[in-house]
């Protein structure tokens, strides 16, 4: 084992600079260089941060290097499902004809995009007899998925879709996407709620709106998914519309509720405005602390000692009493012996 211990090798290891700034107590040491590293950690991300640095980044160095962007084109692809209906039961269903053998696995599929799918195709069966619901988007460098399987799973992802004037910039999950480039001008086709359907690359999303008395914080915003009913408590039914992928915004971040209803998730701010609130934070750290329990002990406080000085002040003119009457009664026993004294 090697071991060097000169001066210029001490305080090399994190741990040891921590231990260096405790209170070196016995009992709360290792709490303490704990509680160290993490500052220390939470201060450098902070400054990456800070920097322009996405925090996914971090962990490969502290040094800043601009990412590069990728020069692939533009393409819409992945697998392809279609839909089709069942010569026996008459029922429509959802499948990718080139997984002939099975092997890619179980397709995680709801009714309402089956049907919405065969809507879509019947309106556009002239200029596209064989619509396929595609799986993979690539734009400006990014991959965008929505399929139904996916190593045995379903893969959605979420994006902030402009819906265009008068209406708000709003995540939705996507599940698949449909290319109607052959789509002829001015179709006069209406369906997810688009009128006088385009051609072009159209993502399949649901819609989602803000919640009525939502309970928000600087980094979550509850939101809830436009469904069509509702059965037990749970979405029975739904919603589909057609988003251009040139309305893409940027992909974000959802979280469901847990313990809420199964249309309701929380909304996650951008990365990028992070940076924006923590140095707003370090700016303004009293205005925005919570100071409604020590304002609270304040008050209590207050309260006790305006307790205090009334019992003190109820208190007092009794004590007089008694003293008073102490007295009269001394003064009233040595008038008694003064004039035994004269008598005698």
Same mark, same amino acid.
């Given at each position: ?37 993490? #500052? ?70 709801? =009714? ?121 408590? /749970?979405?029975?039914?739904?919603? /589909? ?6 309305? /893409? ?28 609130? /923590? ?57 008694? =012996?003064?004039?035994? =004294? #004269?008598?005698?």
């Amino acid at each position: 084992m090697e071991v060097d211990a000169r001066h210029n090798e001490m305080r090399h290891k994190p741990s040891e600079k921590a231990a260096a700034l405790t209170q070196k107590d016995k009992s709360k040491f290792e709490e303490q260089i704990h509680a160290c590293l993490e #500052e220390v950690h939470l201060l450098e991300l902070a400054a990456e941060a800070i920097e322009g640095r996405g925090i996914m980044h971090c962990y490969r160095g502290h040094k800043f290097e601009p990412q590069c962007t990728s020069g692939k084109a533009d393409k819409t692809g992945g697998r392809g499902f279609v839909v089709d209906m069942h010569p026996d039961s008459g029922r429509n269903f959802m499948y990718d004809p080139a997984d002939t053998s099975r092997k890619l696995g179980n397709m995680h599929l709801e =009714l309402d995009l089956i049907d919405f799918t065969v809507d879509l195709q019947d309106r556009v069966n002239v200029d596209i007899p064989k619509l396929k619901l595609l799986t993979l988007h690539r734009r400006n460098g990014m991959i965008f998925r929505g399929s139904a399987s996916f190593r045995g799973s379903a893969w959605r992802d979420w994006i902030v879709v402009d819906w265009g004037r008068g209406f708000k910039k709003m995540s939705s999950p996507r599940w698949g996407f449909v290319d109607l480039s052959r789509l002829r001008k001015n179709s006069r086709s209406n369906i997810g709620g688009v009128n006088n359907l385009q051609p072009g690359v159209h993502a399949v999303v649901e819609c989602s709106k803000h919640v009525e008395n939502p309970i928000n914080t600087e980094l979550i915003t509850e939101i809830e998914i436009e469904v069509a009913g509702f059965s037990d408590g /749970f979405a029975s039914k739904l919603m /589909f519309h057609l988003a251009p992928v040139e309305a /893409f915004v940027a992909p974000t971040v959802i979280v469901p509720t847990i313990g809420g209803k199964n249309n309701a998730y929380m909304w996650l701010k951008p990365q990028h405005t992070w940076r924006d609130m /923590f140095v707003k934070w370090l700016n303004e750290p009293y205005r925005m602390d919570d100071l409604s329990d020590s304002e609270a002990d304040g008050a209590d406080d207050g309260d006790d000692d305006g307790e205090d000085d009334c019992s003190v002040a109820s208190e007092d003119p009794e004590e007089g009493e008694e003293e008073e009457a102490t007295d009269s009664d001394e003064e009233d026993s040595v008038a008694e =012996l003064e004039a035994e =004294l #004269e008598a005698n």
